[in-house]
């Protein structure tokens, strides 16, 4: 079972940006999922978390400027990132409590970072 995250770039100050991260695998079925992000010489921060039943919640920095949204049919998190701003740049990282279809366990995993970068 593993993350596979998309939709990182280069964009300027003002666009838009949308991140994809579809689970994959022998899965029964995936509950929270999430984004995280890490900027440059700064701790891992919520950007945005949504439950299974489409409940939203958002850092403080969101304001909202993003907006999570899923599709349980494909066990894909999006990040429709709009008016980015220079502080935006980060690695993005999405997160998702994904339960195996073979073991019945629950495991927190984490898909490989994406680059956003943001020009002024």
């Known amino acids: 079972v593993q993350l596979q995250a998309s939709g990182g770039g280069l964009v300027q100050a003002g666009g838009s940006l949308r991140l994809s991260c579809t689970a994959s695998?022998?899965?029964?079925?995936?509950?929270?999922m999430g984004w995280y992000r890490r900027a440059p010489g700064k701790e891992r921060e919520l950007v945005a978390r949504i439950t299974r039943d489409e409940v939203e919640n958002y850092g403080s920095f969101v304001k909202g400027r993003f907006t999570i949204s899923r599709d349980n049919a494909h066990n894909t998190v999006y990040l429709q990132m709009n008016s980015l701003k220079r502080e935006d740049t980060a690695d993005y990282y999405c997160?998702?409590?994904?339960?195996?279809?073979?073991?019945?366990?629950?495991?927190?995993?984490w898909g490989q970072g994406t680059l956003v970068t943001v020009s002024s």
């Open positions: 695998g022998t899965i029964l079925s995936v509950d929270d």
């Open positions: 997160n998702a409590l994904v339960i195996s279809r073979t073991t019945m366990d629950v495991r927190d995993l």
